[in-house]
């Protein structure tokens, strides 16, 4: 195959991909653009500027479209569409009868106008499907020839696609279709506003049966505001036709609105676009203030569908950003606010597809995130770390005293003023049992926050505008984070909350819920002050010494030891951090600010274990640190060879990888044998890894090969 998909990054189901060609020297970054060529766009001057654009992917639907000579050296999409049949009653054939080096083929029919009922539409594809699988037996050097193929599924016809999705999934388990393919397109899935929530369903049912490094297209009549959520559930291209299309009918798109017809242009007085297209449409209103002729005006209509497609770019580039810096998910947040269907998506989604989210949800991270709607409740940033809180955190054997705090504007919360009295006065009041005293901090959306992870992703990294009032749904998903803490603690444990207001409501639920299910109670102390929490923690700590409770666990571990243990707990898994800190660590100060290092004491002297990014709150291993988690099976990589050169592990070097783990992830290098090699993190998910056909998975950091 001359083109090969390489997958950079994922978060999440978006992910930044290569499209290239070693051979011919090209290279392109998805997701982009997919720009038609066509003898009425390549005459306009503004296509030729448009064409020059660096990153842009072309394709042609007419078999006797001239390519420009400027893109001849392009990654051109050959899609066109065959008729029924030839005039012999044979199947046209789908396949090029002359082959070009820079493009892909597509297998791709002409949809009848209507398809008239559930049972047609299944007979057409199926005919469809077969007829390509003929195609391919019958030319089995042709197929070897191009450079790939794709399929196109024409889907605008049909009201509702689940009826052929079997179809689809068989037609996939062919072996040379799943081996050979490069590209689908999913034309007009989309078109229907009405039925998107049931059309986002269809590809996401469908999309786990491809392999991983397979472009996906979406076509049709999509909108710029619409690609952030495109691209979020998996898309890499996208077919600006619609856009250019839509400027040369009059339709003017306005940023994160709907399209405009030109007539009503002349009653904008500011375009809210200062792009060299829009000055160009300003001019010539400015020109013919009133004349209704200058609606036929042609440089008219150049301008808006080149202006269109400029919004397009800006877009993409945008998203593109977006993913690199892990912010993908709080821009859709916000693109969903000017859209009540993209907005309703958004909700499926999250109470559909919630979990299949989350399993590929990177939380290695330094970014920020605005959480400013109902929808950031569910965020999948935060449900991973709320549910990997519960999973992986366990609170400090030695716990007496639990005390819950509210969270702070400025983050890390022990950073800020509240937080720093607040450690004062816990500290002067329990002095050497400090360490028996556990601090979680409350907080909404996140909903509670160990102080060990007050750095870790997202929790020093979000911001909610604060109003006092919290809504039911903040409370009752606050008050559930609570009990689940809760629940780990023994029923001996005192309960001291310094809360108020909303704070306070989501404790008091959480405690109602938990009293009203349990024979044993907890006892929990409400206090409103500095003052009273001193008063509170010096009576309590009084009564147990009085009562001898301090008796410390055997593997007791210092205040360092405990948190390296919950931070690589919270990582790796449950279990990680006692095998990590071995038999004694502690974090070293850097020079640099940014991390610190963790360090090992053993009788034969220091290790170096690892690096902890104090900006995200994440471990980076080095060979002795990964050495200590070489049975640990919740983050390895098994190879099925030793021949590794480079620092780059290739998919058809691996022989088994741990579930669920993430872009970004740390994981540790198992040879054959199960014999330690070294370090790397992730390149893609660990479900995208298993389907994918070739490319790299892990960039390796430290490796012995075992010699």
Same mark, same amino acid.
């Given at each position: ?8 990054? *994922? ?16 290279? /392109? ?80 029919? &002409?949809? %009848?106008?209507?398809? +008239? ?5 299944? *007979?057409?594809?199926? =005919? ?32 509702? %696609? ?42 996401? @049912?469908?999309? %786990? ?12 009549? /999509? ?25 040369? $009918? ?23 676009? $200062? ?68 907005? $309703? ?36 940033? =935060?449900? @991973?770390?709320?549910?990997?809180? /519960? ?28 937080? #720093? ?9 329990? @002095? ?15 909903? +509670?926050? %160990? ?32 009990? &689940? ?22 404790? *008091? ?21 500095? *003052? ?8 309590? /700590? ?23 243990? =919950? ?5 790796? !898994? ?35 274990? !690892? ?13 002795? !640190? ?9 983050? $390895? ?26 872009? !970004?992830?740390?994981? =540790? ?5 199960? &014999? ?16 994918? #056909? ?14």
């Amino acid at each position: 195959m001359v083109f090969r998909l390489d997958i950079l990054m *994922e978060d999440g189901f978006s992910r930044l991909c290569n499209l290239s060609s070693k051979q011919l020297g090209l290279k /392109i970054r998805t997701p982009t653009a997919i720009v038609p060529i066509t003898d009425f766009l390549v005459e306009h001057q503004a296509y030729q500027t448009l064409a020059q654009g660096e990153n842009l992917i072309f394709k042609v639907t007419n078999p006797d479209q001239e390519i420009p000579a400027e893109l001849k050296n392009h990654f051109i999409l050959c899609n066109l569409d065959t008729n029924y049949y030839t005039s012999e009653h044979l199947p046209e054939s789908y396949l090029p009868k002359t082959i070009s080096e820079n493009m892909c083929y597509f297998f791709s029919k &002409q949809c %009848p106008s209507t398809f +008239l009922n559930d049972e047609f539409a299944q *007979e057409w594809y199926k =005919v469809f499907f077969d007829e390509i699988v003929a195609e391919i037996n019958a030319h089995p050097k042709v197929i070897q020839d191009i450079n790939g193929f794709g399929i196109t599924l024409n889907l605008n016809n049909i009201k509702d %696609p689940q009826i052929i999705l079997s179809l689809c999934i068989q037609f996939l388990a062919h072996p040379q279709i799943y081996d050979q393919l490069l590209a689908v397109e999913f034309r007009g899935l989309f078109d229907s506003k009405m039925d998107y929530v049931t059309n986002v369903d269809f590809f996401l @049912k469908l999309k %786990p049966y491809f392999p991983a490094d397979v472009l996906f297209i979406a076509s049709g009549n /999509i909108k710029p505001y619409e690609y952030s959520f495109l691209i979020y559930i998996g898309f890499d291209l996208i077919d600006f036709t619609y856009l250019l299309h839509a400027g040369f $009918s009059g339709l003017y798109y306005h940023h994160e609105e709907e399209m405009e017809w030109i007539r009503k242009l002349p009653s904008i007085d500011d375009f809210a676009c $200062s792009c060299k297209y829009c000055s160009k449409i300003s001019d010539i209103f400015f020109e013919h203030p009133s004349s209704p002729p200058v609606f036929d005006d042609p440089p008219l209509f150049s301008a808006i569908a080149f202006h269109n497609s400029q919004m397009g770019m800006i877009e993409i580039a945008r998203i593109r950003k977006n993913i690199q810096q892990g912010s993908l998910s709080t821009y859709l947040e916000r693109k969903s606010q000017f859209s009540l269907f993209l907005l $309703s998506a958004v909700r499926h989604l999250q109470k559909q597809y919630g979990t299949a989210f989350l399993e590929v949800q990177n939380l290695n991270k330094n970014t920020l995130l605005p959480c400013t709607s109902s929808l950031s409740y569910h965020n999948p940033n =935060v449900e @991973k770390f709320k549910r990997t809180v /519960i999973r992986n955190v366990e609170p400090n054997p030695n716990t007496k005293i639990c005390i819950f705090l509210p969270c702070s504007m400025v983050k890390p919360y022990s950073k800020s003023k509240s937080h #720093r009295n607040f450690r004062k006065t816990i500290r002067n009041a329990t @002095k050497r049992w400090y360490k028996c005293v556990s601090e979680v901090i409350i907080t909404s959306p996140i909903g +509670l926050v %160990p102080r060990e992870l007050e750095e870790v992703f997202p929790a020093a990294h979000y911001d909610i505008s604060v109003t006092g009032d919290w809504d039911a749904e903040e409370l009752t998903l606050t008050a559930e984070s609570i009990v &689940q803490w809760i629940k780990k603690l023994p029923f001996s444990v005192i309960l001291i909350a310094f809360l108020h207001g909303g704070y306070q409501q989501a404790f *008091e639920l959480a405690m109602q819920k938990l009293n009203q299910h349990t024979a044993d109670k907890f006892n929990f102390i409400i206090v409103n002050s500095n *003052e009273d929490l001193d008063r509170t923690l010096q009576e309590t /700590i009084k009564r147990f010494e009085t009562q001898n409770a301090f008796k410390l666990d055997e593997d007791f571990l210092t205040l360092e030891e405990q948190s390296i243990k =919950v931070i690589a707990d919270f990582q790796f !898994g449950l279990g990680a951090g006692k095998r990590l800190i071995g038999s004694s660590a502690r974090f070293l100060v850097s020079r640099n600010e940014l991390y610190k290092s963790i360090v090992g004491n053993e009788s034969y002297g220091k290790l170096q274990l !690892g690096r902890y990014f104090r900006n995200s709150g994440h471990i980076q291993l080095n060979y002795q !640190g990964g050495e200590r988690l070489k049975d640990f099976t919740e983050c $390895s990589v098994v190879l099925n060879t030793l021949d590794i050169t480079g620092t780059t592990i290739f998919k058809p070097g691996i022989d088994h990888i741990a579930e669920k783990l993430c872009a !970004g992830d740390e994981v =540790v290098i198992l040879g054959p044998n199960k &014999q330690y090699l070294g370090v790397g993190s992730l390149i893609a998910n660990s479900n995208t890894i298993l389907k994918m #056909r070739r490319g790299a998975v892990v960039k390796v950091r430290k490796m012995n090969k075992g010699d």
